[in-house]
């Protein structure tokens, strides 16, 4: 087969497939280099498409055809509910039916990310933009490890706290009180400064550090979205 050559026609074609990657998972995955990433990867799916390297030259309706009959990698009840269990905004998010059959449907179809969003977007329009939505899509086509440092930054909510009086927070399980620590870090506040220290299932400020109890707290929330105030 000859060298691949990039027709006026087959740019435009180039353009149409990356209008319909969503720009929104590129720039959260790869920041500033997210537009040379999205070309690329419309790039290998227009190559795929007419036949260069893996497949022999496809019409559209035929590659529209297999990626219908892609089942993805379909999770089983169990792993659904670890994904639950690990995101509770997620869960919280999936009480409403349409929101959670469209993050099911999310997870069940990862390696086909633009088949699946056609699909979601059939149950409600715009719903493949939802924050849950969006990350259980980029979670099943990216993987636990890419998706790990977005998913610390979404994982803790109010709901997983039992308690708070200065100067503690005590966690309804130790893997949320894990997380602050990061959380906190990403802020600017330097685990290893000792701003919070963690055990177990509760964090607790470091008085020597902070001027304040309000002072901590604005950044507690600056950090996770929590504000505190409203545990007491």
Do not use: C
């Amino acid at each position: 087969m000859s060298d691949f050559v990039l027709t006026p026609a087959r740019e435009k074609e180039l353009e149409k497939i990356a209008k319909d990657l969503p720009d929104k998972s590129f720039k959260s995955l790869y920041g500033k280099d997210w537009k040379s990433v999205k070309m690329a990867t419309a790039m290998n799916i227009l190559k795929k498409k007419l036949g260069f390297k893996e497949e022999t030259k496809m019409k559209f309706k035929e590659l529209r055809e297999k990626l219908n009959k892609m089942s993805g990698s379909k999770l089983t009840g169990q792993e659904i509910s670890v994904y639950y269990r690990k995101n509770p905004g997620a869960k919280k998010a999936a009480k409403d039916p349409k929101v959670k059959k469209a993050i099911e449907m999310a997870l069940d179809h990862g390696g086909a990310m633009n088949f699946a969003i056609k699909q979601i977007e059939k149950l409600k329009r715009g719903l493949a933009d939802h924050p849950e939505v969006a990350k259980a899509l980029e979670f099943a086509n990216f993987g636990e490890e890419v998706m790990r440092e977005a998913l610390a930054l979404t994982e803790v909510s109010k709901y997983d706290i039992r308690n708070y009086s200065w100067p503690d927070i005590e966690f309804t399980s130790s893997s949320y009180a894990r997380d602050i620590p990061d959380m906190m870090h990403k802020k600017g506040y330097r685990t290893y400064d000792n701003w919070v220290d963690q055990s177990g299932e509760t964090v607790t400020f470091n008085t020597m550090k902070w001027k304040n109890e309000k002072e901590a707290l604005v950044a507690f929330k600056k950090a996770t979205g929590i504000d505190l105030n409203r545990i007491r």
